[in-house]
């Protein structure tokens, strides 16, 4: 199942997240201002998948540019990569993917624009098959953790969903289950878009992987029972200190699981590793449209007039992280360190 494709003719096709678990729906977008719109309203979410999404939006771009001149193109080009990297600022694998879209275009080896057009498009089409086996590799590394019979706590959706294929905290759950442990999920329900309720639930039914919702608020409790062994949980942007930005509710998991010796696993690729970024108080923090809040999904909890405040991420410090597993393998700390080594 691919979350995100290129479709022959010029075309980017994406399930749209929106509808699940109720119903299976496909968008499609022939310009990169449609592809910003689908990050934008949540149609494509999880720093892989929108990593992927930018670069086939940057395909999209050169695509349908009606410019014979290299030099104008390129302007386009850069014109299209700071309005896609503007569409969700905390993830930065979205950045990093537009950018390596940006060097194929600036590329001196494609001399004219149909060259810079089928280069940009088989770099993005390279990206997305890159993520699909980094998550093969990180799956097989996060794997190694997970012992038969235990239950993992899970914070948001890390699954195929969220990356191009396969996926990461979840993917590495979904490769533990094939490997044949016996492994079970609990899944806070993340509010308030509910992507553990709604798109992890959804995955690990498919996948006949055993789990149980629990509200946020409950997670303290399961960990105090003893019924929960670990958390596995994905990264929007990883600090060069290994503060890590994730989904809105992870600090305080990290917090509890600390509190109760719960080991506490952060499982992404390198290219969500930001070694420019010092600490996790550089990292910009995506705030969500309040009606996120008010009404969720068409639910009206509350008068328009009450203020809310809605962050879409929060910030982990190093300090609460027992390991961040890589493509390349486990990173313990101390992070700043260790991170440098394996981004090489």
Wanted: glycine share 8%; net charge neutral.
């Amino acid at each position: 199942m691919r979350t995100v494709e290129w479709v022959d003719g010029g075309k980017v096709k994406m399930i749209d997240q929106r509808e699940l678990p109720w119903q299976l729906v496909y968008q499609e977008y022939e310009t990169y201002h449609g592809v910003i719109t689908g990050i934008k309203d949540m149609v494509i979410r999880g720093a892989p998948a929108i990593g992927a999404a930018g670069a086939f939006g940057m395909a999209l771009a050169a695509h349908k540019s009606e410019t014979r001149d290299v030099a104008q193109l390129k302007n386009e080009l850069e014109a299209a990569a700071r309005a896609i990297i503007a569409s969700r600022p905390t993830a930065v694998n979205l950045q990093w993917a537009v950018d390596k879209m940006l060097a194929v275009a600036r590329d001196p080896q494609y001399p004219n624009v149909d060259a810079i057009r089928v280069a940009v498009r088989n770099a993005a089409n390279a990206l997305a098959e890159k993520d699909v086996e980094t998550n093969k590799l990180l799956g097989a590394h996060g794997s190694l953790l997970i012992r038969d019979g235990d239950t993992v706590l899970h914070h948001c959706n890390t699954g195929s969903l969220a990356a191009v294929d396969q996926g990461t905290a979840l993917g590495a759950i979904r490769t533990a289950h094939e490997d044949g442990k016996k492994v079970s999920v609990l899944l806070c329900e993340t509010r308030p878009r509910m992507q553990g309720s709604r798109l992890s639930a959804w995955e690990l039914d498919q996948l006949k992987i055993p789990f149980e919702v629990i509200p946020d608020t409950a997670a303290g409790y399961y960990m105090q029972k003893g019924d929960i062994k670990m958390v596995f949980v994905g990264a929007d942007r990883i600090a060069q200190n290994g503060d890590t930005a994730n989904k809105i509710g992870t600090y305080q998991l990290a917090v509890l699981a600390k509190e109760n010796w719960i080991p506490f696993y952060v499982v992404a690729p390198t290219s969500t590793v930001d070694m420019a970024c010092k600490s996790g108080q550089e990292i910009q923090i995506e705030e969500r449209p309040a009606d996120e809040v008010r009404a969720p999904y068409g639910l009206k909890l509350m008068p328009d007039r009450f203020p809310v405040r809605n962050p879409a991420f929060d910030i982990t410090p190093y300090s609460y992280i027992t390991g961040i597993v890589t493509e390349h393998g486990i990173v313990k700390p101390p992070f700043f360190d260790n991170l440098k080594k394996v981004v090489k």
